[in-house]
C-alpha cells in the first residue's frame, strides 16, 4: 500500500464515502475539489478561525451508520493546514487501526479515533444545525423536536418554551423545503426573543430570501433592545447588501460596539469586500483597547476573501490618527 498522506487517500483507501463541513465561522458543506485543495495545501483554508481549520468529516461504508471526526488543525501563515500535525493525526488513525482498512471499522475502533489531540466540540447552536444539515444531505429523517417546533412556528400552540433548538434547527436547514421559508418569515413578527434568536444561530448558515433579510435589516433600525443587534446581524449573514446597510445604520447611531465587531468579523465578514463598509469597521474598531484591535484585525485578515483589501488599508493614507495609532499598536505587538 502506497504512503497515505492526506485524509482523503485515507478514507478513499477504506472504501467509505465522506462529506467535509466547516464549523469555524458558520456551518457549510466544503466540496470534494475545494478539500483536495486545501489538503494538498494548494489553497488556504477558506474559513480560518483564531489560526485553525475547524471542521467536522462525515464518513460512512456500505450501509452502515456514519462516522463523525470534529477536527481542528493548525494553519500556517499563509493560511495553509500545517502538514506536521496532520501527518501526525493520520499516523494516529493508522495504527489505531492496524489491520486492512477496507474492513468496516467497529465501534472500539471508532472510539480510538474519537479520542485525539486535534478534536473539538462545536458550540450547541453550530452542532444543531450541523445535526440537521447531515441528515438532509444523507436524506435521513428530521429530529424528534422537529415537530413541536413546526407546531410552534405555526401558531398551532404558543408554549415556546418548549421548543428545542435542534427542531428549529431542522426547519432552518430544509429552508426552501415546504413552507419553511414563510413559517419563519412570520415567526419574526410574533415569537419572543429566545425564538428569534435560535432562528439566527441557524439562519447565519444559510442563503435566505431577500424580503427576510429585509425584515431583519428593519427590526435592527426599528430596535428598542440594543441586546438582539448582534444576533439579527448573524441572520443576514448570506445577504451582504443588506449587512452592509446594518453597519452603517449601527455606525450612524453610534451602537457599532465590541459585541457587533465580533459578529461581523465571525459571520459577516463578506460585508468587509465593500471599500466604504470596510472602512466604517475599521474605525468603529479602532475605538476599542488595542488588545481586542489585534485580536480581530488579525482574524479578519486571515481571511483569504479579505487578506488582500485588509492589508491594503495599513497604507490608506485618509485612516483617522486613532486607526493609525492602532495599527501602529498593532505592528509593535507583532514585532514585540
Known amino acids: ?36 485543495q486545501i489538503e494538498s495545501l494548494m489553497s488556504p483554508y477558506p474559513y480560518p478561525i483564531q489560526g485553525h481549520a475547524q471542521f467536522a468529516i462525515v464518513f460512512w461504508q456500505k450501509s452502515q451508520m456514519p462516522y463523525i471526526w470534529f477536527l481542528k488543525l493548525p494553519l500556517d501563515e499563509k493560511g495553509l493546514l500545517s502538514p506536521a500535525p496532520r501527518s501526525q493525526f493520520i ?42 444539515l447531515v441528515r438532509r444531505h444523507l436524506g435521513q429523517n ?50 419572543p426573543d429566545q425564538v428569534q434568536i ?18 431583519l435589516l428593519k427590526k435592527i433600525k426599528h430596535a428598542h433592545d440594543h441586546s438582539m443587534y448582534s444576533y439579527w446581524l448573524r441572520g443576514l449573514a448570506s445577504n451582504a447588501e443588506c449587512t452592509i446597510q446594518a453597519i452603517e445604520y449601527l455606525e450612524q447611531q453610534q451602537v457599532l460596539d465590541e459585541h457587533e465587531l465580533i459578529t461581523i468579523a465571525a459571520r459577516n465578514w463578506i460585508a468587509l469586500k465593500h471599500d466604504q463598509t470596510r472602512t466604517i469597521y475599521l474605525e468603529a474598531l479602532a475605538k476599542q483597547p488595542q488588545h481586542f484591535f489585534n ?21 490608506n493614507p485618509n485612516r483617522s490618527q486613532q ?12 514585532l514585540s
Open 1 to 36: 500500500m502506497s504512503e497515505i498522506t492526506t485524509l482523503s487517500q485515507f478514507l478513499t483507501t477504506a472504501n467509505t464515502q465522506f462529506q467535509v463541513y466547516d464549523l469555524g465561522r458558520r456551518v457549510v458543506n466544503i466540496d470534494m475539489m475545494a478539500f483536495h
Open 142 to 191: 428530521t429530529s424528534q423536536q422537529y415537530d413541536f417546533a413546526y407546531q410552534y412556528l405555526t401558531q398551532q400552540t404558543d408554549n415556546w418554551q418548549h421548543v428545542g433548538l435542534q427542531g428549529i434547527a431542522d426547519i432552518c436547514a430544509r429552508y426552501d423545503q415546504l413552507d419553511h421559508a414563510d413559517i419563519i418569515m412570520n415567526a419574526f413578527k410574533f415569537a
Open 91 to 132: 499516523k494516529m488513525i493508522l495504527e489505531a487501526l492496524g489491520k486492512d482498512l477496507t474492513q468496516p471499522l467497529n465501534d472500539e475502533e471508532q472510539q480510538k479515533l474519537a479520542n485525539h489531540p486535534f478534536s473539538f466540540k462545536p458550540s450547541q447552536e453550530k452542532l444543531a444545525f450541523f445535526n440537521a
Open 323 to 334: 486607526l493609525s495609532m492602532r495599527i501602529g499598536g498593532l505592528f509593535k505587538a507583532t
Open 198 to 215: 435560535a432562528l439566527c444561530q441557524c439562519l447565519e448558515n444559510i442563503q435566505i430570501t431577500v424580503e427576510l433579510s429585509q425584515l
Open 295 to 315: 485580536q480581530i484585525f488579525a482574524d479578519i485578515v486571515a481571511i483569504p476573501l479579505l487578506r488582500n483589501c485588509i492589508l491594503t488599508e495599513l497604507r
